[in-house]
């Protein structure tokens, strides 16, 4: 049975989506999605124990040996990844249930769980995966699933919002083939660890750097990296609450997951950033999304829309930590990855309670809800405060490891860069702050505090952000044993 | 390989280009499907040139019969069977939301659809 968790951990929940479609009533297709959901925790949370105290799972599926099978490969790297998305799946979808109910059509519901639960284990099989084209097919059942969430938001801008998604991703994903095609006609393999080792003993040629190219265009365009971010405002501001909160937290990070894994192990890190300089396009694009998305943030009116804004220079963040290829960058990017998880879990789920009662996350309709919903906003102000990056909080510790990377390569104004983001996000978390606090609450719209049902998962992210923050040595652990495998410093 | 030994290439990047540019200058969103439809079709073709090789035959063993050029690749044309699946639930899944947003919008103009989300 543990032998074959890591295929148990994508199958259960495949199979468990057309289960939730077939049932076809709201509460049983809920208890389905929970299931799985808490199985795909608990199955990440034992394999990242294995890993980390057994070192590196293989698993042949069918029992086919690789390279001519497909091999799932479990490493400190993408276990910390199932973790991320089996976490959020396992908060997110208890909270799912009232707040999908007021924004969702009931006949819609059971289809809803369905598509979420797909979302999810594309998700989980683009982190488990050791071959290159399983990659593609877990990509694509996980946009087309999260095409179809989006567009069953409340508003109709969700369609169009969708829409654009599906147009901008399937033109991502299409690379992506494109570069996997390439590589495939110079090293006829499709397995990670076989590419790895065929790669560089290839003589200097053009393909193998279209390759790089194609696939790097086509995962940027995934996770949303500045300027190829267009569609991710739009989708994050119109999508059913439940469903921002979860793929703002897990479906860029795994795009940032993919992008680790062809840069590092399938290219290497030489062939990256010595060859192809990869770093100078991906640093000046990081400084570049902090500093103008986080400008842009602090104008915008909706604050799901400004949340979203706030991503993709979180996004930023995560980027600039690849882009010094150091130890202590790789540890800071891949730290920032479940930290900002964890931050932008809770601030949509926050803004979701927000959505439940009042109708609208627009910032002119928050007057007074520091008063009227206090544990709904106190959990805003909990994510805020680790969006900037107060100590004992999350996003404290990433910052901390990315200034100190930034410091060790000499590079200061890239540090300054750093702080003005914060400083910045100071701002448009205060604008949110100022208007829920500072202002008298509307007596007749006699709004009350958001159920227990959304408040427990909301706070249960939110506690994280202040415990990870305040012990972070088993987060920053795994983080640091990720980064050397991947720079392949590990033994 | 040179000039017409890569027409099939050749064929590939035209189509690629003519797909992109469809999904990119036109603001009707039938014709943006089309045209990501026909940009998808331009990487099939090139999957299916690469598994080729000339004077092979079908991959299919028969005893006693060895080919004189060996047999052609079928792993590309395998693979490529799956992005054709996925290509063809992008399609529909992208009608069906232009359905949609017709029904919402009464348009399926892009600039039309601007205005009335303003």
């Given at each position: ?285 990081a400084l570049l999304a902090i500093l103008t998305m986080s400008l842009v943030a ?31 960058g790789l540890t800071a990017g891949i730290l920032h990855l479940f930290n900002h ?150 033994s | 390989m040179t000039g017409l030994g890569l027409f099939n290439y050749w064929v ?107």
């Open positions: 049975m543990s032998h074959h968790l890591p295929v148990l951990l994508v199958v259960i929940p495949l199979v468990a989506a057309p289960f939730a479609a077939l049932v076809n009533r709201p509460r049983v297709s809920w208890a389905i999605a929970l299931g799985a959901a808490w199985w795909a925790f608990y199955a990440a949370f034992r394999l990242l124990a294995q890993v980390m105290s057994d070192g590196t799972i293989h698993y042949e599926l069918g029992g086919w040996a690789a390279p001519y099978g497909i091999e799932y490969v479990v490493d400190p790297a993408n276990a910390w990844v199932l973790l991320i998305v089996a976490l959020i799946g396992a908060v997110v979808i208890p909270y799912a249930r009232a707040s999908v109910a007021r924004e969702v059509s009931e006949d819609r519901i059971p289809l809803f769980y369905a598509a979420f639960i797909l979302c999810m284990t594309g998700l989980l099989g683009i982190a488990v995966t050791g071959d290159v084209f399983n990659v593609f097919v877990f990509l694509e059942i996980s946009s087309l699933s999260s095409y179809a969430l989006i567009a069953l938001g409340p508003d109709r801008r969700a369609l169009t919002a969708s829409y654009q998604y599906l147009i901008v991703g399937s033109v991502g994903a299409t690379f992506i083939v494109i570069g996997i095609g390439l590589m495939y006609v110079m090293t006829g393999t499709l397995n990670m660890a076989d590419l790895a080792e065929i790669l560089p003993q290839l003589e200097a040629n053009r393909t193998i750097p279209v390759a790089f190219t194609f696939l790097t265009v086509g995962i940027t365009l995934k996770l949303a990296l500045f300027p190829l971010h267009m569609w991710l405002p739009n989708a994050y501001t119109y999508a059913p609450s439940a469903v921002t909160a979860f793929i703002a937290s897990t479906a860029t990070k795994v795009a940032v997951y993919l992008l680790l894994r062809f840069f590092f192990t399938v290219f290497g890190a030489e062939f990256s950033f010595d060859v192809m300089q990869l770093d100078r396009i991906l640093m000046p694009l602090i104008y915008q009116e909706d604050v799901k829309r400004l949340l979203a804004y706030s991503s993709v220079a979180q996004i930023g963040y995560i980027v600039l930590g690849i882009s010094f290829a150091s130890a202590l998880a964890l931050m932008k879990g809770a601030l949509f789920m926050a803004m979701g309670c927000v959505m439940y009662r009042v109708g609208s996350v627009q910032i002119d309709r928050m007057n007074g809800l520091g008063r009227a919903m206090p544990w709904t906003m106190a959990a805003f102000v909990g994510g805020g405060l680790s969006i900037i990056g107060v100590p004992l909080t999350v996003g404290f510790i990433s910052k901390w490891y990315l200034i100190q990377a930034a410091l060790e390569q000499g590079m200061w104004p890239v540090a300054a860069v750093v702080l003005a983001g914060s400083l910045l996000a100071v701002i448009y978390i205060w604008k949110v702050v100022e208007v829920a606090y500072f202002r008298d609450v509307d007596p007749e719209a006699g709004i009350s505090e958001a159920p227990l049902s959304l408040l427990i998962p909301t706070w249960t992210l939110v506690i994280a952000n202040f415990w990870f923050g305040i012990n972070a040595s088993a987060t920053s652990g795994v983080a640091q044993r990720a980064a050397e495998l991947l720079l392949g410093l590990a | 590939v990047i035209f189509l690629m280009m003519v797909g992109f540019y469809t999904l990119i200058a036109r603001g009707n969103l039938i014709k943006k499907i089309i045209g990501l439809n026909i940009f998808q079709t331009s990487v099939f073709i090139l999957y299916i040139s690469m598994g080729k090789i000339t004077g092979a035959t079908a991959p299919i063993f028969v005893t006693g019969a060895e080919p004189e050029f060996g047999y052609s690749n079928p792993i590309p044309h395998v693979l490529i069977l799956t992005a054709i699946v996925v290509g063809v639930a992008t399609s529909a899944l992208g009608l069906s939301l232009v359905i949609r947003i017709k029904e919402a919008f009464g348009t399926i103009e892009e600039d039309e659809i601007e205005e009335l989300s303003r």
